[in-house]
Structures are given as structure tokens and as C-alpha cells.
């Protein structure tokens, strides 16, 4: 699938600027999702953990927030990754309760419009894996204008997505978004599971280096 419209760079940017250091304590989450991946060797960008949508005017930028995914990224990454889910916890943990969810999957979205009043509706954001499909059962707004679900030409809203199960990051999954489709993560997992072996064999010749 083609990464569309130049305009859709700018969704993206937008989440890259997240990874740039901060001078505030990072909060690690607690998991025991991690692949017994260690922070910070990670060599991936985010851009490898991105999937992007185009449907008409309105172009959707999708990263799973997992820690199977996020401890293969470069450590600025992960950490503006995990800075945000801190940020974010309480809010998350309470759209979670409210939807009978305790271990909610987790996914950073963007929308962004390349024509005036374009609508969008973060409920028609679907995962498809294994013949099912996923729809998020809440979200947490990170843009103000986020729950109008109405863009102006060059706007960006982005929200943190909730489903009911861990978002499938180690198999095959489809994203779509009414006709708009990309199955472009399962080329990724070649590339996932090369780097999953260099971070572990190079922790099985340095017995030394901690976990986080």
C-alpha cells in the first residue's frame, strides 16, 4: 500500500515529535509483556511501528502502544512512548473500568484532514486478525477539538485508542477504516522478529546487562 498524500508526513511528524527527549522523570510502565526485552537497545524508529490509512480527505496514522513492539525502538522512542502512557494512565485505566476492560490494548491515533469539514469517527478504527474483528471500546483525547469529530483542511486531532485485548503486534493484522485498508504489518514481523534476536543474542554475550 502507497503512504498517500505528502500531507500524510505531517500526521506523522506530529507523533515523531513525541520522541524527543524530555527533561521530566520518566514513569516505566509495569508489564510483563516485554519479551524479557530490556530498555534501550532498541535501533528501530517509530516510523517501523507506524501504519497509515488514507480514506478521501482524511489520512489516519496508527501505533500500537505495546511493549513487545516499543522495546525494539530506539530508546527516545520508547521512552516518549511510555511518557505518554504514564501521562495518561489514570484516564486510561478509567475508560478501561468503564468498558469492563483490565489489560486494555493500546493504540496512539491521528486524523488528519486535507479538506474543510471533514468527518471522522474513532469507533470505525477496526483490527482484523484471525477472521475477527476489533473495534476500540473507548478512547482518551489527547487534542482538545478531539471529540467534535469534524476537521478543518490541515487539522490533526490525536487520542489514545482502547480495545478489549492486547493489539496483536507478533502476528498478522489488517487495520482498516470504512474501505481503506492496509495488511502492511505482516511485512514488518521479518524485520521485528531480526531485531527481537539482536537484542537478545546481544544480552546472551553481555550477562552483565540488566533488565528494566
Known amino acids: 500500500m502507497s503512504t498517500g498524500p505528502r500531507n500524510l508526513m505531517l500526521a506523522f511528524a506530529s507523533i515523531a515529535a513525541l520522541a524527543a527527549p524530555a527533561g521530566a522523570q520518566v514513569v516505566v510502565i509495569d508489564t510483563s509483556r ?21 480514506n478521501g480527505n482524511l489520512e489516519i496514522v496508527f501505533v500500537p502502544l505495546d511493549e ?94 482502547l480495545f478489549r485485548r492486547d493489539i496483536p503486534v507478533k502476528e498478522d493484522f489488517t487495520l482498516s477504516y470504512l474501505a481503506a485498508t492496509n495488511d502492511d504489518w505482516t511485512n514488518r514481523l521479518t524485520r521485528f522478529d531480526s531485531e527481537r534476536s539482536r537484542i537478545l543474542g546481544r544480552m546472551r554475550q553481555r550477562p552483565d546487562t540488566g533488565h528494566r
Open 34 to 54: 516485554t519479551d524479557n526485552l530490556p530498555i534501550g537497545q532498541g535501533q528501530l524508529s517509530l516510523s517501523n511501528a507506524t501504519v497509515q490509512l488514507v
Open 68 to 161: 513487545r513492539v516499543l522495546r525494539l525502538l530506539t530508546k527516545d522512542s520508547y521512552l516518549a512512548m511510555e511518557r505518554l502512557l504514564a501521562e495518561d494512565r489514570t484516564q486510561i485505566d478509567s475508560v478501561a473500568s468503564i468498558s469492563g476492560v483490565t489489560q486494555p490494548g493500546v493504540a496512539l491515533v491521528s486524523f488528519h484532514s486535507t479538506a474543510p469539514n471533514t468527518r471522522f469517527d474513532p469507533a470505525l478504527v477496526t483490527l482484523t486478525f484471525h477472521g475477527q474483528q476489533f473495534r476500540p471500546v473507548g478512547w482518551v483525547p489527547l487534542s482538545p477539538d478531539f471529540s467534535n469529530q469534524q476537521l478543518d483542511v490541515r487539522q490533526q486531532v490525536q487520542a489514545l485508542l
